[in-house]
């Protein structure tokens, strides 16, 4: 990411017009495991970030992603060259979480230490009404989901590579990211150019 080091930085407002036809990015739609370390332009990440699970409708607070109970229990991390930063779809922002670079620990294969961006799905329980903690399991994970998803899509739609992963070492993530006892590491997906 091509930003300034300070602790919040404000996106620039997302394009939302244009775009290819959905079912064309359906089709190009793949996972990628060879990435290059090129950067993400400024705008590409603020309307891949929009479009993973920003807010669509200003009035209510809706998403483009789906969130069951509307409950939006999952936070969009960023792992990058230069640091950690947490997604607040609100004031479409980045909150710096971390100064070190941890995209190496965001998952178990080599590429996601040097592909350009890595999104940690993080689930907080604490915004979870009272609920059966096997339901809550099914409902962050269908979420994390649908984020998952908007990105693929978004990427097939812009030329970009993505993978979601599972394999990750959820502690050691969630330690490496300064988490609390309330909040859980569900997937990672890798962003960036294809090599």
Known sequence: MDIEITNRIALSVPHK????????ALSRRHSTRLYTDRPLSPQLLSDLLWAACGINRPATGGRTAPSARNWHAIDIYLA??????????????????????????????????????DLVYVANLARMEATDPLERRFYCGADAGAIAQNVYLFCAAEGLATVVRGLVDRRALATALGLGARQRVLLAQTVGFAA
């Open 80 to 117: 990058a060259a230069d640091g950690a930063w947490r997604y607040e779809p609100e004031a479409h922002c980045l909150q710096r979480v971390l100064a070190s670079d941890v995209r190496a620990s965001t998952g178990m294969q080599e590429f996601v230490g040097t592909a350009a961006l």
């Open 17 to 24: 017009a244009g775009g290819m036809p959905l079912m064309m």
